[in-house]
């Protein structure tokens, strides 16, 4: 008996993982990266400008970096995932024999028995030749198959929304405890994403907080610690 029914065919969480990975790590990287840069020249300035500044221009070259970054990471999966595809087309041209072989031994090693295994394969290679070569012996499916746009448009979006949080921080809160609350919203901020971010991929919240507060603090302090250590003034 299925107890909720109503969610039984709800999807799985790792039809998110392609957009969830990318969303989270630009997030992350516009909190920490705007609230460092935020603490560091803060710790140097005694006057607001320089900090907005180089908060904003922080912002705009972080969002950039992250969509543009993803998108040729994520093109360059794409590509090796295309010559994988062309390749085994080939080889279903000019050796099914073998290619039939091997898709017999890989179902053989998931546990069925070699005539079931050879009925399988030859059933499935009739059916769809190549897409059943692409799924089982590459490994690529419709939910692991790379997507540069939605990649690049979820890393810099989330970059920029991690990243404008500081940024109101900074704007409206007195110089002389700036730097400590830029940190304390900034860890507020994680907070929230972590938890948010461990429900959406049907993970532990507590964990997924713990990491990301304790990198988050570790990047912060070490940036503040220059800015303290070099006292610039851009005042």
């Not at 709800?10 to 969303?23: E, M």
């Not at 970054?69 to 999966?77: A, D, L, N």
């Not at 499916?141 to 448009?153: F, G, M, N, R, W």
């Not at 990047?219 to 610690?225: D, E, I, K, R, S």
């Amino acid at each position: 008996m299925v107890n909720n029914p109503d969610n039984y065919l709800d999807p799985h969480y790792i039809q998110r993982s392609n957009w969830l990975r990318a969303a989270v790590l630009g997030a992350n990287d516009g909190i920490l990266s705007t609230a460092s840069i935020a603490i560091g020249v803060a710790a140097a300035s005694e006057i607001r400008e320089p900090i907005i500044l180089a908060t904003v221009a922080g912002l705009v070259a972080g969002a950039l970096s992250m969509a543009a970054g993803e998108y040729v990471s994520v093109s360059s999966q794409t590509d090796v995932e295309k010559a994988d595809i062309e390749r085994e087309r080939k080889e279903l041209e000019e050796m099914p024999d073998y290619e039939l072989e091997r898709l017999t031994e890989i179902y053989e090693d998931r546990g069925l028995k070699r005539e079931t295994a050879m009925l399988v394969a030859k059933e499935l290679t009739e059916h769809d030749a190549l897409g059943t070569h692409v799924r089982d012996e590459l490994g690529i499916t419709e939910i692991s198959q790379a997507k540069p746009i939605q990649a690049a448009l979820a890393s810099g979006g989330a970059f920029t929304i991690g990243g404008i949080l500081p940024l109101i921080v900074a704007i409206f809160s007195p110089l002389n405890k700036m730097e400590v609350l830029l940190y304390g919203f900034a860890i507020v901020f994680l907070i929230v994403l972590g938890a948010v971010a461990a429900k959406a991929g049907g993970s532990s919240i507590a964990k997924a907080v713990l990491r990301i507060t304790f990198w988050g603090t570790v990047a912060m302090g070490l940036t503040a610690l220059v800015g303290y250590l070099f006292g610039i003034s851009v005042g």
